[in-house]
């Protein structure tokens, strides 16, 4: 069982940053896909950004160039730093782990997800 806990959510002003940090237990982290994928109230979860266990990293286009994901595997830790913020970027942001051979971008691929942190930006 891997335990996945996000942290670093909270309230900013659009053009403002936040910097979302994730740990998942387990010895084999590093071999992990991880994603970020959020949930605004009335639409469906929708993928964020991913990064494989190599530093391979994958993003939704609403993001690109805004949004970085990183990963410290000394730490078991994925962050997600967004800049540039948007109220559209307002919601629910869930991390999630899942096996090495996945497709990032595919939230039923992963096996373990965190509880959610709320971004919420203001205009």
């Known amino acids: 069982q891997v335990h996945v806990v996000e942290s670093g959510g909270g309230l900013v002003q659009a053009g403002g940053s936040l910097r979302l940090s994730c740990t998942a237990s387990?010895?084999?982290?590093?071999?992990?896909?991880m994603g970020w994928f959020r949930q605004a109230p009335g639409k469906e979860r929708e993928f964020v950004a991913g990064i494989r266990g190599s530093g391979s990293t994958y993003y939704a286009d609403s993001v690109k160039g805004r949004f970085t994901i990183s990963r410290d595997n000394a730490k078991n830790t994925v962050y997600l730093q967004m800049n540039s913020l948007k109220p559209e970027d307002t919601a629910v942001y869930y991390c999630a782990a899942g096996p090495s051979f996945i497709a990032p971008m595919e939230a039923r691929r992963y096996d373990y997800w965190g509880q959610g942190t709320q971004v919420t930006v203001s205009s």
């Open positions: 387990g010895r084999t982290f590093n071999s992990y896909v």
